[in-house]
């Protein structure tokens, strides 16, 4: 986890290396000079804390809860220890706080969840119900689908508990983006289940849900999974698009951007492999029809 001590760094560099050597690897530790400086860099996501030993009356610890509120928790406990065996109190400075109706940061999370069984599930009912359905019909199903399943989740969470908020644009952009995922996954579910048959289905629940949800950050940080899950949430689905839906809702759309562009990746990548084995399987088919026939000897 990247943060850092705040002052001159004559006087703050001792206090770095210890704690350095007590969090024994839990902790990126730099150090910046300026108070402006640090609340600059954690309301930005370059850090995800700076801690102040020398403010007044006590210690401070700068978050940005927006971010993951899970991760300004870990980082809130770790300096207080710090602050404790200096004999202070720890004092609090949120530079990006989460709304009243969403102070866990769970609502992010449940959108997410939300997109994910939208996509998921159309593919596999589309597939199930209507295998013929012609493939720009079960197109504009599932591109209606993707833009009302996020809509609806808005107005539940958004109007009804004040979880999400914001000007118009950025909740058009909030839903744009869940749309974008939504529409990704149910392409990719529907592109195994071209290639694989049923086990697409088994093939896109493994990705999807088993993968995905777990090393998305939504309920551990990622900075905080374990190795392997660590690995996947900075390349995986489920992570950016929960990323951009935070960059949106609460850092100006700052990164949105790149977390598009993973989701695109995903899209065009599967895309490629499914017809990858559909060209390979067309060829085999072909060369099947092309062996000459042998000749049986007549009978009688």
């Known amino acids: 986890v990247k943060v850092a001590v705040v002052g001159p760094s004559t006087d703050v560099a001792p206090l770095a290396r210890g704690i350095s050597v007590s969090a024994r690897g839990a902790l990126d530790i730099s150090q910046i000079a300026s108070v402006a400086d640090a609340r600059r860099a954690v309301a930005e996501r370059d850090l995800a804390a ?6 007044a009356p006590t210690p401070t610890i700068i978050v940005a809860s927006a971010a993951s509120a899970g991760l300004a928790n870990f980082v809130e406990g770790r300096f207080r220890q710090v602050a404790a065996t200096q ?31 939208a996509g998921f599930l159309t593919a596999v009912t589309l597939g199930t119900v209507s295998p ?26 958004g109007t009804g508990f004040g979880a ?20 990704t996954v149910a392409l990719v579910t529907r592109g195994l ?30 900075e ?3 190795g392997f899950w660590r690995f996947l949430h900075q ?9 951009a839906n935070r960059s949106i809702l609460y850092f100006g759309g700052a990164g949105t951007g790149t977390a598009a562009l993973k989701i695109l990746a995903w899209l065009a990548g599967w895309a490629a492999l499914v017809a990858a084995i559909l060209i390979t399987r067309t060829r085999q088919r072909r060369n099947a029809a092309d062996l000459p026939v042998r000749a049986h000897p007549q009978i009688g």
């Open 50 to 55: 700076a801690y102040v030993p020398m403010s």
């Open 87 to 117: 004999g202070h109190l720890l004092a609090v400075d949120d530079v990006k706080p989460l709304p009243a109706g969403n102070a866990s940061g769970i609502a992010n999370f449940f959108f997410l969840i939300a997109c994910t069984l």
């Open 132 to 157: 013929k359905l012609p493939e720009t019909r079960r197109l504009a199903l599932i591109a209606s689908a993707a833009i009302a399943v996020p809509t609806v989740v808005y107005l539940i969470g």
């Open 164 to 183: 999400f908020g914001g000007t118009f644009g950025t909740i058009i952009a909030m839903i744009a983006i869940g749309a974008l995922y939504t529409v």
């Open 193 to 222: 289940q071209i290639a694989a048959g049923r086990r697409g289905f088994v093939l896109a629940s493994l990705i999807f849900i088993f993968l995905n949800l777990p090393s998305s950050g939504g309920i551990v940080p990622g």
């Open 224 to 226: 905080l999974l374990p």
């Open 235 to 243: 390349f995986w689905i489920g992570a950016s698009a929960l990323d």
